[in-house]
């Protein structure tokens, strides 16, 4: 199975760049950029099988499917503000810039628990929608 390997693969290597960048003082831009594109590059590997294996009559009731595009939206959405990391949990931030990178990063969280909740509920359909 390639996509086991392709999981393994981008595991190990984000597993390996957050290791290697942990600052004992203060957010570190690297591990929260990598555990964003690491989301992401799993999410679209995932896709990719879920289409080209064609076992799911109806991709909506499909429990997964709805998670991972939470976590898609969410991962994607928080990128740009997890990538001037250093800027936005400064100390010399002022609170309003703070408080709106803030507010918009719990929105995205906010529509990722929405969309997982949703995800959760049609799963009881997923026996059915197997082919």
């Not at 969280?109 to 359909?125: D, N, R, T």
């Amino acid at each position: 199975r390639p996509y086991r390997r392709i999981y393994g693969l981008l595991t190990i290597g984000a597993l390996l760049i957050t290791v290697l960048h942990i600052p004992p003082d203060q957010p570190s831009t690297v591990n929260s950029v990598t555990v964003r594109v690491f989301a992401m590059l799993i999410v679209m590997v995932y896709f990719t099988w879920l289409i080209s294996d064609l076992r799911i009559k109806n991709m909506l009731i499909h429990g997964l499917f709805w998670g991972s595009a939470g976590l898609l939206i969410y991962a994607a959405g928080t990128f740009f503000m997890y990538l001037f990391t250093e800027y936005t949990f400064s100390a010399s931030t002022p609170y309003p810039v703070f408080d709106r990178y803030w507010n918009i990063n719990q929105f995205f969280f906010i529509l990722l628990c929405i969309l997982s909740a949703i995800g959760l509920w049609v799963s009881k359909y997923e026996q059915q929608n197997s082919i």
